[in-house]
């Protein structure tokens, strides 16, 4: 048995559960060196100093300001906000692709870019004009969006080799949806402010569903005139946007959502294959739960996909690693412990060491089902 374990969960992802361990352990790789949630141009992850002054250092503080037509109304849209906009949308994968088909729908000239052309095919069919690189997406753009999988590839859509900062245009906004680091994040709003074009870190809740239907929630920091601007595009897309303040604030906010909403997907399955492998099936207990305090609209959703075994990806296993090790970067910045953010974050990396990061983060329920000898599915007798 304990070869069997070892085979599952390999030696370099495997859980310690010591309380020093967890909560004062480094995170694999510390990129961050300054405070994560700074603001501005002056607190960078190099801790710059300028001539005769300090950096300053800034504390997380999240405002957080609910928008809707009724308490936020653009006074200054961007310029031709009635009419049709010329967009340019990088990232046209799960999230992008529905996403730049609503900014269609809404009547904007849209010209898109992903690294894997295949996936802008959908797009090209419904208008979009598909652009060879982010710089010529950009180019002649008053928006534009981003939505890509992580700190080194948003790097590389703006600053690298034909990069979006070579195109776009004084008084230019853009709106990036990733979910990266902070520090980064601000690294790029002062970079585009030295060409006149001004960033909102706009990451999004709502999945594949969402995105879709255009009923994503925004998380956003950044300039709340830049915001009032955007807010025209903005509506296209989410049914919420959710002001919290300055640069990476946004992203502040969607890290600490995604520790609690992967903490919660990963606790539902280890509760789970706890009541199956007992011997209550997976539906009893799902009556159960729905009958208290612990029912959340999370696990309604996902308690189905996971009962048929289908982790078909609304938000791949391995981006949920990647936004957790984030996460923890930023939680060791800021002398933060986070033991159970720090167990959970090894679960999910046990899973990707597995293979199964393509899959939806759901999936986690697999690698504790190996685990336990049992499956959490309906119309199975936990004996199976």
Known sequence: MASTRAAIWPKATRITFSARSVIRSKPASRKITSATFGSGCISQVESRKLKGRRTERFRLQLKIVIISTFDFRPSTPLEGATMPETIGFIGTGIMGQPMALNLLKGGHRVSVYNRTRAKTGALEQAGARVAASPAEAARGASVVMTIVSDSAAIEE?????????????????????????????????????????????????????????????FMIGGDPGTLERALPI???????????????????????????????????????????????????????????????????????????????PYFPLKLMHKDLELAMEAAFAQNIPMPAAAAVKEVYGAAKAQGKGDLDYTAVVTTLEELAGTKVRAGVSPAQ
Do not use: W
């Open 157 to 217: 859509v703006v600053l690298g080799k034909s990069g979006l900062i070579e195109t776009i245009g004084s008084g230019a906004v853009l709106i990036d949806s990733s979910t990266i680091s902070p520090a980064v994040s601000r690294k790029l709003a002062c970079h585009l402010a030295g060409k006149g074009a001004a960033m909102l870190d706009a990451p999004v809740t709502g999945s594949k569903h969402g995105a879709e239907k255009g009923e994503l929630t």
């Open 234 to 312: 903005l509506k296209l897309l989410g049914k919420k946007h959710i002001y919290c303040g300055q640069n990476g604030l946004g992203l502040a906010a969607k890290l600490a959502q995604n520790v609690i909403q992967s903490t919660m997907v990963e606790i539902f399955c280890e509760g789970f294959v706890l009541a199956t492998k007992a011997g209550v099936r997976p539906e009893t207990m799902m009556e159960i739960i729905q009958g208290s305090m612990a029912r959340a609209a999370l696990t309604d959703f996902k308690a189905p996909f996971i009962f048929r075994g289908d982790f078909t």
